[in-house]
Structures are given as C-alpha cells and as structure tokens.
DNA sequence: ATGCCATGTCATATC
DNA sequence: GCGATATGACATGGC
C-alpha cells in the first residue's frame, strides 16, 4: 500500500484502475481512497466542488423562498410548532445593554432566525479564509467586513459570505425554521465566542452540520465506515481525518469545533450565564481556548464547587490516558453513526446488550466533562448513559434515512395538522440544543416510563414512520394491515412498525399480567384471611359447644346422684352408689343394676 | 453501596 | 399457520 501511495502522482489510468479495485477490496479495512492516489482525490475534489456551486445555486433559491416562508412563522416555545407569526415581521430590539446577556435566552421570545444567525457567523468570524481548502476558494469569497449590517434582509445572498462560501452554503441550506434566539439586530459588539455560541445551540444548525458534514463525508467516500466519535479530548483535532474540503487546520477553524461539539452543546440555558468581552473578538482561537469556552457552563453556575477542580483534572487525565483504539482515532463520521452501522443494529439498540460495545457519544460527553462539568454532571450522565446513546443513535440514524419525511429538519414536509407525532418532540429529538436529560429527577419520577415510551417513539421519527405510535400499537390487525399496505415502507421501517406492535401489545399485556397478578394476590390474600376468620370463628363456636356439654355434664351428674339418692332398698335404707347404678334403656325404663362385676373383679384383686 | 420496586422487553407457551 | 395474549425471566432505572 505504501508503494502505491508513494507512485501515485504518476499513475496511469490503468493504475488509477487498478487501484480503484484495490481500494474497493481494501475498503472493508477501513482503508481510504486518498490514501492511495492523491491525483484520484483532487479529480474529485473538482468535482465536488463543482456539485458545491451547483448545489449552491439551487439551495440559495430554496433559501429564498424559506425565508419568505418563515418570516411569517414563529417557534412556538413550549409546543414547538410553527405558528403564523402574530407580531410585526421587524421584532423590538432588546436594548443594547441586555444584548451580552439576553442574546442566547432562548426563553425571552424575541427570535433570531437562522439566516440571522448564520449572517451574523458569518460576519463574526470569516473563517472561510482558515479553511485549507485543496484549491483556494473562489476570489469572490470575501468576509464581510462589518456585523452591522446584519439583517439578511439588508443583504442578499449573493453579497453574504455565506452564502458565498460553498461549505457554509452547504451547511445552511436546508435548513427551514426560525431560530427563537432574540438577538439584536443593532451593530452591537458581538464577540465571536458568542456567535459561534449562539450557533451552537440552534438545532436547525446542528441538524443541518449533521447533514452536511453526512453529505460531505459521503462525498469523499467516508460513509462506509462507522467510526463513533470517540474523542473529546482538546487534542482530537489530531484524530481527525483528513477530510478534503472541509478542514485540517483545527486551531483556527471554528467550524470543525462547532462539528465536534455537538454532544457537549451548551445548554441554551447557561448561555445567558455566559458573558464575553468584546476584546476577545481578536483572540487567537486555539482548540483548547474554545473548548473551554463551550465546555464551562458549569464552572459558570458552580463557580465554588469544590469538586470542579477534580473534575476537571482528574477526568481530563482518565481522557488523556486513556489508550485510544483504532475506532477512536477516525472520526470520518462523527457521532453521525454512533457506531451503528446499519439499521439491524439500530433497531436491536434496545436490548441493552449490544449498546455495550458501542462507542457511544455520551462517552464522549463524559470526556467532555473533564472542560467542566462537575461531579454531579458525571453521576448524571453516567446514569442516563443508554439513554443518550440511543437518543444519538435514534436521531442520527434517521438523518440518513433520506427517504424519511422527519429528515428535512424540524419543519415535516407533513401537513400541521396531520403530524403523527407531536411537534415539539420533532424539534426537540432533531435538535441537539438541550441536554437529553434533566437533573430533576422528581420530573422524571413523574414522567413515569414515558422516556422508554418515547423510545419506540424516536425509533419511528427517526426512521420516517409516517404514523404514530398508539396507531401501529392500537390498531385492529386489519385496519393495521390496511394501513401497511397503504404507505411505502421499506423493510427496514416495516421491520421497525412491527417490532413496535409487538413491544407496545407486549408492554400493556405485561401491564394487565401484572394487573392480574396483583389482583389474584390480592384476592388469594383476601381469600386467607376468610379463611382465617372463618376458622376462628369455628374455634370459638367449638369452645362455645364444648363449654355447654361441659355444662350439661354436670347437670346429668348431679341429677344422676339426686334419683340415686332417693332410692331406697325393702329395709328403707339408701342404695350405696359403689355397690349400684342406674341404667337406662332404650324405651326410657330405669333400672337398677349391682355392680357385680366390679365387686368381683375387687375380690379378685 | 445495596436492596427493593416498578416497568419494559424478550422468549416461550397458550389461545 | 399466524396473530394475539399470557407469563416467567431478565434488564434497567429510580428511590
């Protein structure tokens, strides 16, 4: 291999043949068409860049109209629909002061959309001219030269460098929602920490990077491996593969971080804690700088934690010394796979069992932890870890499912109001903005299981279900039948409906088996104290009788002795008792009979 | 740290 | 034979 490497320059087309055959049976190995000809991966670098500024075109006419779409739309926050906008278009603007704190609430209503967002990126931080491209980027590239004419509406696509930039392009294209960030639209100081921030917590970005950096890795034949992200470390930038076209420059290039942050997002909710100078704007971004920066929540709301300084040393350590496998040095895919590599895997991730072997992002997030995160933030996510992996692998998995009407970002090509799922959960499994779990462990008491509920949930989002869950669960067999019949499933998805049938019937038959049981508990147990009852109140009835025989005993006694008494014998004198007793026969005749026998027996004796 | 409990899931039997 | 249901066993998470 090495030799084909170092001859490669010069290869013929039939070398180049030779090698493209010798890739395809080396790729099982993980090995990569780069690594063999490098003529190979310029052709189709041009190319790509090509289909780029193609893509380019057509994607800034979808944005177009999607812009046109979503200004009358506004994020609903607690439901997460699309609702028609009821204010004015043009949103108050937050007072300059407020901007540095309120900028990233995303619970203050005033919504930032994400061509504002990513205009203001852009703006903020020209990275396009850090990004090592394999040729240079076109001339008309240019970073916009100032944040104050922010609005997107001031500017059009042809003059952003966003859109100008094929990658960025790439990256914001499909995007469809309004971001609800507030944000001013003012020439305000904005710092580049906070953009990229402020980014990071948009969903519709990281769904769309996700995408992208999908489509990307596709593109330079990446896809065929399942490498889960494995590495938090600051130094992953050295993990990296290198992906042509998109980035080798890590220390300088925002835009690789904001791909490799995605687990250890931010919470939107700390963001407002967080407050940048303006003088950073200059900043020389190293990795380790915007690490920390991403990874400090935490520190910010616990600044006096005293297990802080453990944990940020002491599990930055365990990352570090930690000996990386192979599957951990490539990261071609991101947490894009999770280390699922196909839909069998995916559907099994269930089980429990084959979850264990899976390098799973919430591993990554832990590394994260040692930017951080306090002791608390481990043992929670420690505890949540199957959880997060499957919220990972569920989403992430439906975005490859390109066939899937959940794929195209939170906003379904599906009618309002004939959504099989609720909205908000859309939003909220395809946008990694929040943390996938909660610290209130009292709410998640009270959700009960609707966590393992929304399992099958996810599964059916993920993979583009078009029908809810209680419908595949409830539905008579024939109407469910029917159903099948009417929608286009592959097999992986009827695969899936099925497996949800089955696991939904089984969980309430379990329900009413359990139910059974109780009840059948209860009843034996009700049954055994009857019994009990019933058994002492025999007892007390049986001394009642006894106690009466007892009594009647003593009664015939003493009658027995009163006649005997009153016996007399031909002289008059009284009958001895010893010598005599009284017998009844059957007719009620009384008859006095010696004791012969007992007298003998005494002379006998 | 550990045990208990509730629940989900699977495998299998039965209807 | 197939699907629904029942149930024992096990896994998991919360307390």
Redesign the pocket.
Known sequence: MMEVELSSAHRSQQDMNLIDILWRQDIDLGAEREVFDLSLRQKEDELRRQRELEEENRLHLLREQDKALLEQLELDEETGEFMPCLLPSEPELPNTEGNQNTIFSRVDGDALSFDECMQLLAETFPFVETIELPHPPPAHIMPSPSIGNSRPDMLTSQQSPVAQNPMLSALLAPHKAPIAVPVSLEPAPVDVEQAWMELLSLPELQQNLKMQVSDILDQNGYTSTSMPLEVQDPNYSFYLPELPGLVTNIDTTPPVLLINNFKGMVPPDNLNQMTLKPPELNTTYTTDSLCKLFYTDHSNTKPSSPMLSYTSNEAEKEVRHKPLEPSEIHVPQFSLTDGHSSATEFL?S????S??NVSSPMKSHQDDSSMGYSDSDLEEMD?????YREMFSLSLHGEEQQSSPFNTGPVSHFPADSLPYPKSELIEGNGHNQRP?TKD??R???A??????S??EQRAKALGIPFAVELIINL??DD??ELMSKHQLNEVQLVLI??I??????????????K??ME?ISGLEGELEALCEKKAHLLRESAQRNGSLKELKEQLGSLYLEVFSRLRDEEGKPYSPSDYSLQQTSDGSMFLVPRVKKTLKGEDK
């Open positions: 099994d269930d089980s429990g069992l979850m264990d505890s949540n870890r199957s959880e779990f462990k009292s998640r008491r009270s009960g299981y609707q966590s393992r509920l399992r099958d008579p067999v469910f039948n099925r497996d049938r089955r696991r939904g019937k089984n969980k309430v038959a379990a329900q009413n088996c359990r059974r049981k059948s």
